[in-house]
């Protein structure tokens, strides 16, 4: 208890620090202006009076002092729910983000305490997955866990190291409705095995008691994503992603029937069209092999699914380690070595070549933190990875200017809208982890942040030299770049729609 209480007040001003960027940065409802007033940031609210804090507390990525508070009408505002309420919302919204904020701040606490004094070099990737303490860096739902008890949190959340038991849920082919290619090693004859996390089979599968599990078991290390495992001593190669109905940060986890069938045959085109620019040394995707779902009432359900996924043992050589992007922020950078500077060029020289040339043909990456990884050979990036398709978007009229035909998928994640398209990898990419890697350079290493924003734009330019059109790069170097609105998209009465808000473009600087 002593670790976690103190850590508590660190994790609740780290949590309020985020809400009050977003406070700074999105459209909230009750925000009716902003003003600076010396070295503070003043919020102007709708229903009168004002709040005001330190600006650099405000800003993305900042790290804010464990008596960092908000002044307000009525006096100092030390918690996020707190903060929150004087937007004045009565709506039911407004309730559930204050409950997930609170969560958010118990469940920060928990991680901080359990890895206080840790300071392990990952000695593998999944080490490396889990060294991400304070969850998303921008977000004040960072830590949120809806639906899990402090218990479940310590026992399955991946910045408490366990191994989690997968159970094994046996269906036969006829109540199975799936896609790609499904191991051997979880199949019984006719029988599908599939991998049920434990908080699903204790808080779902029980409301199917058609279905049981068997006694055997998958151990596995939770990664950075909570539900997607790498399992130990069977199934080489893959990677487990589980269905799990628990809201961490925006979204409930499940899976629905369009990612099941939508995966491979994505996989597949991503793929080839990395290949077919000539970019499959330096980029890979990490391929969704199969995946399916338990039908219940004649529907395949979201809530009984799993996906099989390329590991990223697949994709390394001896020697070599891949680091989830936003982790090389966690650890303050130690994961990486050499200049700063020569460090961002060849990183930069890696990832932009192929994904604004796969944005040119039609396919735009969600290339934020978590899906991306960087391949670490003695701290340097050798290459690098990409997971996760279902947040991908793709034009068809740009992939038949390439001469692709798209296959048929059964999500909407298909169209020729061009600023959504852009919106979706630059969202990601430039303010998600160019972002992210030039603040932590520019705090650990000293690193000039406007020479790293010089080496970013010194490869886009080139990039850009080769590919036809100018459309995109006006886009990739303009005013201002789209960030993910996080409360805003909590406080809206659709919170699974992703809201995006402009911000200072740094690459503008660069034009």
């Not at 209480?5 to 809400?19: E, I, N, S, W």
């Not at 999105?26 to 102007?44: C, I, K, Q, Y």
């Not at 160019?434 to 690193?447: H, N």
């Not at 059109?469 to 005013?479: I, Q, R």
Request: aromatic share 4%.
């Amino acid at each position: 208890m002593e670790p976690f209480t103190t850590a508590l007040p660190g994790a609740r001003a780290a949590v309020l620090g985020r809400l009050w960027g977003a406070f700074a940065r999105e459209p909230l409802p009750g925000v009716a202006g902003h003003r600076h007033a010396s070295d503070a940031l003043v919020v102007e609210l709708r229903r009168g009076g004002s709040l005001s804090a330190p600006a650099a507390g405000a800003r993305p990525f900042a790290e804010v002092p464990d008596d960092f508070v908000v002044s307000g009408p009525d006096g100092p505002i030390s918690g996020p729910a707190q903060l929150l309420a004087q937007l004045g919302l009565r709506t039911p919204a407004a309730r559930r983000l204050a409950a997930e904020l609170d969560n958010s701040v118990v469940n920060l606490a928990l991680a901080r305490a359990a890895n206080a004094g840790r300071a392990v070099a990952p000695h593998d990737s999944a080490d490396a997955e889990q060294t991400v303490v304070d969850g998303h860096p921008q977000h004040p739902c960072c830590r949120t866990r809806t639906g899990m008890s402090i218990a479940d949190v310590l026992a399955y959340a991946p910045e408490h190291h366990p191994v989690v038991r997968l159970a094994l849920l046996p269906v036969p082919a006829d109540r199975w409705q799936g896609s790609g290619t499904w191991p051997r090693q979880l199949r019984d004859g006719d029988t599908i095995l599939v991998p049920l996390h434990p908080w699903q089979r204790d808080h779902v599968r029980t409301r199917h008691p058609g279905l049981t599990v068997v006694e055997e078991t998958i151990p596995a290390r939770p990664l950075l994503s909570l539900r997607t495992l790498a399992p130990l001593g069977t199934l080489p190669g893959c990677h487990l992603k589980t269905a799990l109905d628990v809201q961490v940060t925006n979204y409930r986890r499940t899976i629905s029937p369009a990612e099941v069938a939508d995966g491979p045959p994505l996989s597949d085109l991503v793929s080839a069209l990395v290949d077919k620019a000539g970019y499959g040394d330096s980029l890979r995707v990490m391929r969704e092999l199969g995946g399916g779902a338990v039908c219940v009432d004649g529907r395949p359900s979201a809530s009984l699914a799993a996906m099989i996924r390329e590991s990223t043992e697949c994709y390394l050589g001896p020697g070599e380690i891949a680091v989830p992007l936003t982790a090389v922020h966690a650890t303050g950078a130690a994961v990486i070595s050499g200049s700063p500077v020569r460090w961002m060029t060849d990183f930069a020289g890696l990832v932009l070549p192929p994904a604004l040339t796969l944005l040119s043909m039609g396919v735009a990456l969600e290339a934020h933190g978590q899906n991306t990884l960087v391949v670490l050979r003695d701290g340097r990036p050798v290459r690098v990875l990409y997971r996760d398709l279902d947040g991908v978007r793709v034009s068809p009229r740009r992939l038949a200017r390439c001469g692709v035909t798209l296959p048929p998928l059964l999500g909407t994640r298909a169209g020729d809208d061009v600023d959504a398209l852009r919106t979706k990898l630059f969202g990601g990419l430039i303010s998600g982890v160019f972002s992210e890697l030039i603040d932590v350079l520019g705090r650990t290493r000293q690193a000039d942040p406007r020479v790293l924003w010089g080496v970013v734009a010194e490869v886009g330019r080139q990039v850009y030299a080769g590919l036809p059109g100018h459309d995109d790069a006006t886009a990739f170097f303009g005013d201002t770049m789209p960030l993910k609105a996080t409360v805003a998209m909590r406080l809206a009465e659709n919170p699974g729609k992703a809201q995006w808000t402009p911000v200072p473009n740094p690459l503008a600087l660069c034009r």
